[in-house]
């Protein structure tokens, strides 16, 4: 995703930029010190993901907000949390507290909408294991399993472990080819080769198709259920 940050601190700016190039996904584009210099990259470059500093000399990162009818995703950074109830108003994606760690940084990425992940093109996503982010690319995946804490993430050519949930892989995976079909199951809708009585069938695997997301299911796949 391309990155915009804005922060008048010399020191959290630093931090910020080594935080953004420890993230394979992310390319930072533009680094600036205030609101104003921000507003023409916004208008005439595409950027995907802003870091906005809130209390700046001039023009606050509120302001900023509200003067863009159109903006991508932001995550507020600052030392204050008077401001939380607003920005969220502005439907910010996450509030990061000055100051955070690199594991705090890194979740707040992983909740920028799909849709906005979508806009930049990339056929994967990275996620979160044990020792490292792995790069997952979309066509390898099969379906994903949960098992208590963990999914396992069945690809093509392995399987993977990874603490993040359901919900939050979710979020990151295009919907119109991923879909859940029970508590304990999200499947690629590509990689479907039969269904057989509410079972799916994913390379001689049969996963169970539940109640509960029965519908959502064959209404994905352009079918009544009968």
Same mark, same amino acid.
């Given at each position: 995703?391309?990155? $915009? ?79 939380? $109830? ?68 069945? $690809? ?32 690629? $809708? ?37």
């Amino acid at each position: 995703m391309n990155c $915009l940050l804005i922060e008048d601190e010399p020191l959290a700016m630093l931090r910020l930029k080594e935080y953004i190039q420890r993230i394979p996904f992310l390319r930072l584009c533009h680094a600036v010190d205030n609101g104003v210099e921000a507003i023409p990259i916004l208008q005439q470059e595409s950027i995907d993901l802003v870091f906005l500093d809130v209390e700046m000399d001039g023009f606050s990162g509120i302001q900023l907000l509200e003067a863009l009818p159109k903006r991508p995703a932001v995550i507020l950074t600052t030392a204050y949390d008077q401001y939380a $109830l607003k920005a969220f108003d502005l439907q910010v994606v996450d509030y990061l507290l000055k100051p955070y760690t690199f594991d705090r940084f890194l979740q707040a990425v992983s909740r920028v909408p799909s849709s906005k992940q979508a806009e930049s093109l990339n056929p994967f996503l990275f996620v979160k294991t044990e020792y490292r982010l792995q790069k997952v690319a979309f066509e390898e995946i099969k379906y994903i399993e949960g098992m208590r804490d963990y999914r396992r993430i069945h $690809l093509d050519q392995e399987t993977i472990m990874t603490l993040e949930t359901f919900g939050e892989l979710e979020q990151r995976l295009p919907q119109q080819q991923f879909c859940r079909i029970h508590k304990s199951y999200l499947v690629a $809708l590509n990689k479907i080769e039969s269904v057989e009585r509410d079972r799916i069938r994913i390379c001689k695997t049969l996963l169970p198709l539940s109640e509960t997301y029965r519908h959502q299911f064959y209404e994905r796949i352009g079918r009544n259920g009968k």
